[in-house]
């Protein structure tokens, strides 16, 4: 079980009184659902790739808006898919839930393929957060987290022990969960999106510009949250941006998306080091990053 | 009770079809046309009836005589006052019915039956202000083709009847555009100025009462209107006495009796039931039972009516309409026809659609409460779908991300984000539901369209408005009512105010 729970001890700075209360919480990889069976999304296979794209197309119309994309995305791994507005990036993110069908290829989650039949069940294994938390306005911020979960026939009691970690987990002052989501601000909404991604303990967690809404401090303050809770849970993190420090803060790899191919993958470093196209240094310009800065 | 359909178990389940009378007493139906003297020979013949042991029940003022005629062929109707003129003309139009013989073959091969007649005739004429009429030395009817300006008001069965305006203007060659109004609005039209020829009733007491020159039909168009009682032939073996008895009115009604009646309903107030039993008591020596209602309890009645009609035809409506609205916005294709079934349902005039259905439904409510629904439904309908079709992409997407199946999609996230749409769509139905109830007084289901319908016929404002006051005042409770259980059924994060 790829699912450790405890802060890694050299992370000073993560080793904080909310996750040291997580921590102390008996592990959970055996958890028992309501008929006393196993749930089903706690024992996965971890020697497969928590995410795996094979030469996927997606054509809306007359154009390809996906050109023949693989990765792979291993447990407690964070890749970011880079790009700009209209890469395909966000359409790959939509591959991976099932949410469109690919033209050509195949998406595999946690060594299943993704196909429509089998959609809803391989959905419950991955969390989703878009860029304004996609929360349901008429559920309050618990509601909107634990509405899966009731769906899916967990105890009550299972439920709100859930809810009381994962709002440890993201630092949400429990009051605020009794609140709609227009009675929040941004950054409190995005992270009841972020407990209600993680609420059925996914293998793999999806992020579409979360942070994309937020003010800098904000943004700057979830960025640190995000990457401590996914080095802590040891999730698959595929991460949709077009922000190049967020992808190089948050990501262990970085795709770059061009036009719905891949143009590059590799680390920061990589693309300034090593670009594969003018168009890699010319994006990183953009955003005012050279060898000098990021060094 | 003959009519067994499942609108008809409906309203006996809202106190509508609350049984009468004794077992032993056979089940007499009279009916009657929306006019006064419709109403008054209706009277006499249930006080007659009544008087011979039968449990009579008036069905009154029914909105025209394809309403009352299906009704009789149908059964719901045992007996209703004609004159033999419409039936040859207007009934029998298509067959070439003419004289007593052929009308009561023509009857009997429908299993109906001629009575004897009343003893008065009451034709269809012409009819101007005195004044005009002289002042353009007009006398005959012949001579109005030579005054095209002349406005011509008559009464919408008129303008359509077999004997009526197409006949009439064929004959004579009459070049106006008549508009069409109902009867005892056109003498008001005539003394306002705003009409110059009317059709009328030759019994009308209208016509001395307002100075009304009747023009005199030269070219013998109109054919004789004897009035006459028609019955189902099986109420002669159900009620032998009640026929017997109706028989015996023959011939006791003379034209100036009839007038004078009419008179006492339209020009000195009196109710059709009082004139009906002085004529009974009188005439026949008959005591008819049964006094009129007061004020309060006709209120309390026609509320109760109402409020089952926009009650029940609401609850259908709903349970039809929004998943109808849900199947339409699921089936974008399916979608497209159940929106447009339901937008051409609404452009039905209701009167027409109240007609249609009195062969299926019966008159009365049943029939009232299935146009309601019909009516009823594309507000729901539209806004269900729009509400769904409304939901934005994210929250769409979020809910599939979360792996829920289609059912807990529906049931959690999408008919609650829709709740504000879907239920302004209900209030909107309630509303119009309201109004449009009252049109169901046209075929005898009660609620304030009857005393709307009276107090037009009576020229009655007080009674016009003991129906449209309350049904005003019903549809601003609705609206209310609505507001309140917006509260309770619209989820309070959607009443807060959206995100940014």
Redesign the interface.
């Known amino acids: 079980m790829a699912r450790a729970r405890s802060a890694p001890a050299t992370d000073a700075d993560d080793c904080t009184a909310g996750l040291l209360a997580a921590a102390s919480l008996p592990p959970r990889g055996l958890r028992l659902g309501p008929r006393g069976r196993p749930l089903a999304w706690g024992m996965t296979d971890a020697s497969k790739a928590a995410l795996e794209l094979e030469g996927v197309s997606k054509r809306f119309g007359a154009a390809l808006a996906v050109r023949g994309v693989s990765l792979a995305c291993q447990r407690g791994e964070t890749v970011a898919l880079l790009g700009g507005s209209g890469s395909g990036k966000s359409t790959v993110l939509?591959l991976c839930?099932g949410?469109l069908q690919p033209d050509a290829g195949t998406v595999t989650v946690a060594g299943e393929r993704m196909a429509p039949e089998r959609?809803?069940?391989?959905?419950?294994r991955?969390g989703?957060v878009?860029?304004?938390g996609?929360?349901?306005?008429?559920?309050?911020a618990e509601e909107n987290v634990t509405?899966?979960a009731r769906?899916?026939g967990q105890t009550p009691s299972w439920i709100a022990e859930r809810v009381r970690e994962l709002a440890i987990v993201v630092r949400l002052p429990e009051p605020l969960l009794a609140r709609?989501?227009?009675?929040l601000s941004?950054g409190e909404?995005q992270r009841v999106a972020l407990m209600?991604a993680l609420a059925l303990e996914p293998d793999a967690l999806?992020l579409d510009e979360p942070f994309a809404s937020l003010d800098p401090l904000v943004r700057a303050e979830l960025q640190e949250e995000v990457r401590r809770i996914v080095r802590e849970l040891g999730s698959a993190v595929l991460l949709v941006t077009h922000d190049v420090t967020e992808a190089a803060f948050l990501a262990d790899r970085i795709v770059l998306l061009r036009d719905g191919a891949v143009l590059q993958e590799g680390t920061l470093k990589d693309f300034l080091q090593r670009p594969a196209d003018p168009y890699v240094t010319r994006f990183l310009r953009a955003q005012r990053l050279s060898l000098g800065e990021a060094e | 009770m003959k009519r067994a359909s499942l609108a008809t178990a409906l309203v006996g389940l809202s106190l509508l079809g609350a049984s009468r009378g004794a077992a032993s007493q056979p089940r007499v139906v009279v009916a009657s046309k929306a006019f006064t003297e419709s109403l008054i020979l209706a009277e006499i013949a249930a006080g007659v009836a009544r008087a011979a042991g039968g449990d009579v029940v008036h069905e009154a003022q029914l909105g025209g005589t394809r309403v009352v005629w299906n009704a009789l062929l149908r059964g719901d109707v045992d007996v209703y006052p004609e004159y033999t003129g419409t039936l040859e003309r207007e009934i029998f139009a298509d067959d070439a019915v003419q004289g007593r013989d052929a009308l009561e073959s023509a009857l009997a091969a429908r299993g109906l039956r001629l009575g004897p007649r009343l003893g008065f005739e009451n034709t269809y004429a012409l009819g101007m202000k005195e004044e005009v009429a002289s002042r353009l030395g007009l006398r005959r009817i012949s001579q109005l083709r030579e005054q095209p300006a002349l406005r011509f008001g008559l009464t919408n069965e008129f303008l359509d009847r077999g004997d009526g305006w197409p006949s009439l203007r064929n004959a004579y060659g009459l070049p106006q555009q008549p508009v069409g109004l109902e009867h005892e609005v056109s003498y008001r039209g005539l003394e306002a100025g705003t009409l110059d020829v009317v059709d009328l009733y030759s019994t009308d007491a209208d016509i001395r009462y307002y100075r009304i020159r009747v023009l005199q039909d030269d070219l013998h168009h109109f054919p004789r209107y004897d009035a006459v009682l028609v019955w189902r032939a099986d109420l002669e073996a159900r009620a032998p006495a009640v026929v017997a008895a109706l028989r015996g009115i023959g011939g006791r009604i003379d034209a100036p009796a009839m007038i004078a009646m009419n008179a006492r309903v339209k020009l000195a107030g009196e109710t059709e039931r009082a004139v009906a039993q002085g004529f009974l008591r009188d005439q026949l020596a008959v005591e008819g039972g049964g006094g009129s209602d007061g004020v309060l309890a006709r209120l309390v009645r026609n509320t109760r009516d109402h409020l089952a009609l926009v009650g029940i035809s609401l609850g259908v409506a709903v349970a039809l309409a929004v998943p109808l609205g849900i199947l339409a916005a699921k089936r974008p294709r399916l979608g497209g026809a159940i929106l447009g079934v339901t937008g051409v349902l609404q452009t039905i005039p209701s009167l027409a659609l109240l007609v249609v259905m009195i062969p299926l439904f019966g008159i009365g409510a049943p029939t009232a409460i299935v146009a309601l629904v019909l009516y009823s439904l594309l507000p729901i309908v539209r806004n269900t779908h729009a509400g769904l079709r409304g939901i934005a992409e994210?929250?769409r997407?979020?809910?599939?991300?979360?792996?829920?199946?289609p059912r807990?999609r529906l049931v959690?996230?999408e008919l609650?984000?829709a709740?504000p749409s879907i239920l302004a769509g209900i209030k909107t139905s309630a509303v119009i539901n309201v109004g449009t109830a009252t049109l169901g007084a046209l075929i005898g289901a009660g609620g304030y369209g009857q005393p709307i319908l009276t107090g037009i016929r009576l020229d009655d404002v007080g009674l016009l408005l003991q129906g449209a006051v309350p049904a005003a005042a019903l549809a601003l409770a609705m609206q209310g009512l609505f507001g309140l259980l917006e509260r309770r059924v619209v989820?309070?994060?959607?009443r807060?105010?959206?995100?940014?």
């Open positions: 939509r839930l949410l959609a809803p069940r391989l959905r419950r991955m989703y878009i860029q304004d996609g929360l349901f306005p008429h559920l309050t509405l899966a769906h899916f709609y989501p227009a009675e941004g909404r209600r999806l | 994210p929250l997407e979020s809910a599939l991300a979360l792996g829920l199946s807990a959690s996230v609650p984000l709740s989820p309070r994060g959607l807060l105010a959206p995100p940014h």
